[in-house]
């Protein structure tokens, strides 16, 4: 039997180990929390008074939503399925408390709060697949990662569900390894969480399902977490599907919002189709995108059938290899902290991706994949997720932690030979002087 690390505990660890993870946690706790109050709302994309970006219309959202009980977006004064409610209720919670300034800085100091947190599941995390000098190293990364420090000042829902990502995996790991039925109740807790800031998680327990096959579980014991993991996702999405079906009097499981993005994904680097699209459909010469979501997602099908049928090389790139590099290549820093550069802050991130993408390189010949198969799984199905809309840094941002697990593995495999021949040096040393 193959013998795992505990999935929490830090006991077996040494106590300089131990200090020094309790030191970087606090170092990305502070440093955040002190980015934060100095730059406060220089970190809204938008305006309050033209409610013209994601942040202050989650923000708008979060106070109408306290105020008269009723979740819009995008919406006016009328109930919206545009979004999940997850980031609007969280947002709601703080100004319940607070006033808009207090609450939303505090809000801020959470995700801060999070993002420390999440060294620790980095660490943990890097000791179930790697070693433990390896998650030490991506402990570090993830400390010195600079995305992350503005991520916890943006009023997005990448933060949050970043820390409930990496959470997740760490339970899903160990309920497969171990078969206990409280670690599937904390992954069902998990995956509903997520579902209500992304519902692109509507499908995530196909990973576990993968790993379920590749572990050889019996039917009965498939039947059975199966179960478990549905009946925890349903009761705690079914407010979510009452108050759809009390407002539209029709049964709505997540949002109603995929026309626009799918449509915007089509469009190759932001560019129009083929002329030929245009002459096979001439009702779009005028206008493309429709105040429509229905009518977007057809115009979106219909452009993604011209475009496999007249150019299928460009699609098949486009849809497979071009989008899942939007989704990494730029880091998701969109203003400037700490006077670093957006440049400066691109390059670091793509020596991330590119030790990454190494580490990826070196766990395939070393033949380590079915033991980092929850790694792969994971980032496979985000990407996939992902690949049929528009892509951009900050839909890759959540991806980055795995990242850094694939970069550390490098930079341990690089270093390895450096330390043998190191260690060989002083021992020749010492031999020499005795």
């Not at 990662?145 to 409930?164: D, K, M, N, Q």
């Not at 995929?258 to 779009?284: C, E, H, M």
């Not at 440049?343 to 033991?371: C, F, M, N, P, T």
Request: net charge positive.
């Amino acid at each position: 039997m193959i013998s795992h690390p505990p999935l929490f505990s830090l006991r077996h660890e040494s106590r300089r180990t131990r200090l020094a993870l309790l030191g970087l946690a606090a170092f990305v706790f502070l440093l955040g929390a002190a980015i934060c109050l100095y730059y406060g709302d220089g970190f809204l994309l938008g305006s309050y008074a033209k409610l013209n970006n994601d942040d202050v219309k989650y923000i708008r959202s979060a106070e109408f939503l306290l105020n008269h009980g009723v979740l819009t977006y995008n919406s006016g004064d009328q109930p919206t399925v545009f979004i999940m409610p997850g980031l609007p209720v969280l947002l709601a919670m703080f100004r319940f408390f607070l006033d808009r300034s207090d609450a939303i800085m505090a809000f801020r100091l959470f995700q801060c709060a999070l993002q420390a947190a999440s060294v620790y599941l980095v660490f943990l995390l890097g000791r179930q697949f790697f070693s433990s000098r390896s998650a030490k190293i991506a402990a570090v990364l993830s400390t010195l990662y600079i995305p992350s420090y503005y991520a916890s000042g943006a009023i997005l829902t990448e933060s949050v569900f970043t820390f409930l990502l990496l959470l997740t995996t760490l339970f899903a790991v160990g309920a497969v390894r171990s078969n206990k039925l409280g670690l599937y109740l904390a992954v069902g807790i998990g995956w509903a969480a997520m579902t209500y800031l992304k519902p692109q998680c509507l499908l995530y327990p196909a990973i576990i399902a993968i790993l379920w096959l590749m572990a050889r579980y019996s039917w009965r014991q498939m039947a059975r977490f199966a179960a478990v993991l549905a009946v925890t996702f349903c009761l705690l999405l079914s407010p979510w599907w009452v108050r759809n079906y009390h407002s539209f009097s029709k049964p709505i499981l997540l949002t109603q919002s995929s026309g626009n993005p799918l449509l915007l994904g089509t469009f190759i680097y932001y560019g129009a189709p083929s002329a030929g699209f245009f002459k096979q459909y001439p009702q779009y010469k005028d206008n493309l995108v429709s105040p429509s979501d229905e009518v977007n997602k057809e115009t979106g099908l219909r452009i993604i059938r011209y475009g496999f049928t007249h150019e299928p090389l460009r699609y098949m790139s486009w849809y497979t290899v071009e989008k899942s590099w939007l989704l990494f290549w730029q880091p998701f820093y969109w203003k400037e902290i700490l006077g670093l550069p957006k440049l400066a802050v691109q390059i670091w991130h793509q020596l991330y991706v590119v030790l990454g993408i190494g580490g990826v390189i070196l766990s395939l010949v070393r033949r380590k994949w079915k033991a980092l198969l929850p790694l792969f799984l994971t980032m496979g199905y985000f990407i996939g997720v992902y690949l049929p809309f528009v892509t951009f840094s900050r839909y890759g941002y959540p991806l980055m932690p795995f990242i850094t697990l694939f970069a550390a593995y490098s930079l341990e495999t690089i270093a390895h030979p450096l330390r043998m021949k190191l260690g060989l040096q002083r021992r020749s040393k010492s031999s020499a002087t005795m």
